[in-house]
């Protein structure tokens, strides 16, 4: 519980800078330093609540994969890549057939091939467009919604949900190349990314023209 209101609070630091220090300046430059480390240290217990909270979900439950990705976006807020990247590598082992968790793998690995001392750049390279390739493989398998395939659904909306999926991978691609600085290779996807949104803007006009639904209601 807090015994007064924060703006209270700076006041009163404000006022103990002012008495305490040479002059104004210097006073106000203590006040915002001190500001600054009030910011850092609630962040950091946000940071520290949602560790723990994760870590009675995991024990609860090892082998969610969910779970894992979380503690690894968490990782990586506080900048502890290493950690993160192994909590990717379990989350991939228990749902290697899930797209956003080789999503995960490869950007985190791409922003470390970034780093000035990581020491096999182009393994690391490789590695992570191996991952970004399977979730590509991933993202644009057959649609399966509860045991049914894509015939159980209308033609019309599978067909546009397909293009959805395909535009997200081209743009995640071209990210992926652009990244690295290789703007002739992330180009292509790029383009094809603006050719599939044309796409799906036709698609769910013709599904919502009444032409279409009263021909599929016939």
């Avoid at 870590?55 to 890549?81: C, E, H, Q, W, Y």
């Avoid at 991939?92 to 970034?114: D, G, I, Y």
């Avoid at 020491?119 to 490789?126: C, E, I, K, P």
Wanted: charged share 20%; with cysteine; proline share 4%.
């Amino acid at each position: 519980v807090r015994l007064w209101h924060p703006i209270w609070k700076d006041e009163l630091h404000l006022n103990y800078c002012a008495q305490t220090a040479a002059d104004a300046e210097s006073a106000a430059t203590r006040h915002q330093q001190y500001k600054k480390q009030q910011e850092q240290l609630g962040f950091g217990a946000y940071k520290l609540d949602m560790s723990r909270f994760l870590r009675r979900l995991s024990s609860r439950n090892p082998d969610s994969a969910v779970n894992k990705v979380l503690m690894g976006n968490l990782l990586i807020a506080t900048n502890r890549f290493p950690p993160a990247l192994e909590a990717y590598l379990e989350a991939f082992r228990s749902a290697p057939q899930e797209p956003l968790v080789s999503l995960c793998v490869s950007t985190l690995l791409l922003r470390a091939s970034m780093h000035k001392k990581i020491l096999d750049r182009h393994g690391v390279v490789l590695k992570a467009f191996a991952f970004m390739f399977e979730y590509a493989k991933l993202r644009t398998a057959p649609i399966v919604a509860k045991g049914h395939t894509m015939g159980g659904m209308e033609d019309g909306v599978a067909e546009t949900l397909v293009l959805v999926r395909e535009q997200e991978v081209s743009y995640n691609l071209g990210r992926g190349f652009q990244h690295l600085g290789l703007k002739h290779l992330a180009s292509p996807w790029y383009e094809r990314a603006l050719e599939l949104h044309d796409l799906i803007i036709a698609k769910r006009s013709a599904l919502l023209s009444p032409t279409s639904s009263s021909s599929s209601s016939s």
